[in-house]
């Protein structure tokens, strides 16, 4: 089956760029998009098809493909983006898959 | 604005079986997919399956193939997700999430707020 892979955790000062990465076989020829995922909360999308960010989302949050992978950025973080960010893309099959999120840390 | 509201928090015994309900509302639900995701205590998201709003098609994660069901209900916009043969493993908080196509792909849009299922003896 079809994986996506994250690093487990980013760390970022307040105000300085964060770059989450996904990684997957043949990922530049599919479409990726970045879901925020707070305790509590249900996630909500931050970047779908691997650059356009939904209306509502700040202009902090953007997306880039290369290759085999995905980044999401966000710059100027704030404290309130302190959250787990997961990748998700769909496979061959029309299944989707999520990489194993990353918690950002805004310290 | 689009609304998914997912029935309620269910405790259940190992070997039960679970159903939970996701209400959609103020969009025409038949042009669109349901999906179902979990999120088990501690762990990441983890995509369950689809279904078609307009004709019951589906597509199951492989790893639920054969103990979970989708189902809707277009004259109450609902979609439902069973599982059966429940084991501890399963606690976790199940979502819905519609489809939004867009081009040759698509993305969860909205969600619903959550439903925990917890299974314990």
């Known amino acids: 089956s079809y994986e996506l892979t994250q690093s487990p955790s980013v760390s970022v000062s307040p105000g300085q760029t964060a770059s989450i990465t996904c990684s997957g076989g043949?990922?530049?020829?599919?479409?990726v998009c970045w879901y925020q995922k707070k305790p509590g909360q249900s996630p909500v999308v931050v970047i779908y098809h691997d650059t356009k960010r939904p209306s509502g989302i700040p202009e902090r949050f953007s997306g880039s493909s290369s290759g085999n992978t995905a980044t999401l950025t966000i710059s100027g973080t704030q404290p309130m983006d302190e959250a787990d960010y997961y990748c998700?893309?769909?496979?061959?099959?029309?299944?989707?898959?999520f990489g194993g999120g990353t918690k950002l840390t805004v310290l | 604005q689009v609304h998914l509201v997912q029935s309620g928090a269910e405790v259940k015994r190992p070997g039960a079986s679970v159903k939970v309900s996701c209400r959609a509302s103020?969009?025409?639900?038949?042009?669109?997919?349901m999906n179902w995701v979990r999120q088990a205590p501690g762990q990441g998201l983890e995509w369950m399956g689809w279904i078609s709003g307009y004709n019951g098609n589906t597509n199951y994660a492989q790893k639920f193939q054969g103990r979970v069901t989708m189902t809707t209900d277009t004259s109450t916009s609902t979609a439902y997700m069973e599982m059966r043969s429940l084991r501890s493993d399963d606690t976790a908080v199940y979502y819905c999430?519609?489809?939004?196509?867009?081009?040759?792909?698509?993305?969860?849009?909205?969600w619903g707020q959550g439903t925990l299922v917890t299974v314990s003896s």
């Open positions: 998700q893309a769909w496979d061959s099959s029309s299944a989707s898959v």
């Open positions: 043949k990922l530049g020829d599919k479409y």
């Open positions: 999430a519609r489809t939004k196509y867009y081009e040759s792909s698509g993305y969860f849009d909205y």
């Open positions: 103020n969009y025409s639900f038949p042009i669109f997919g």
